[in-house]
């Protein structure tokens, strides 16, 4: 347990130190962009166990998605994402996750997700993610996030998990 918060705590002192660049050009709304990254759930807490990703299995997630920006502040944005689950017997795709959300520009770069969970295996739930911009480019971003699934459904017991993700924007 002192591992997992040392993690946590370590991710989030790491994206309070990021900088990114300021923005010069001004930005015109509605505003369209999309974004591809790669989630890896660290570790997921329940009632009656505590299982942590690259013990017994590795699972990665791939989220494709698309921001609808209202305003500098406001947003709609909608995901999916395909995870891969791989032990020493198979790997395959294991689920597919549908996520639609609100967006909302914080201060310091930061952005936070509001997510609705549609799980192909059944589950369902909602998922809080901090987001931010790490490196910014005329024609893309760089950007790391922290979500935090809680999922309920198809007869198992309430979870929350820890993942790491990041990704490209453009």
Partial sequence: MKKIKSIVFLGLL????????????TETYPKINGYVGIIH?????????????????????????????????IGFS???????KS????SKVNNILIHPGVLVRLKKGYTFAGRLAFETSGRYGFTPIIAKVIKKYKDHN??????????FGNNHEATITVVFQIGIGF
């Fill in 41 to 73: 759930p660290l570790v997921t807490f329940s009632n009656s166990a505590t299982t942590f990703n690259f013990k017994e299995y590795y699972t990665v997630g791939m989220p494709i998605g698309l921001n609808l920006w209202k305003n500098e502040k």
């Fill in 78 to 84: 909608f995901e999916i994402v395909p995870t891969i």
């Fill in 14 to 25: 790491y994206f309070v130190s990021l900088n990114t660049q300021a923005q010069t050009n």
């Fill in 87 to 90: 032990d020493s017997e198979i």
């Fill in 142 to 151: 760089y950007y790391v996030s922290m979500p935090v699934p809680v999922r």
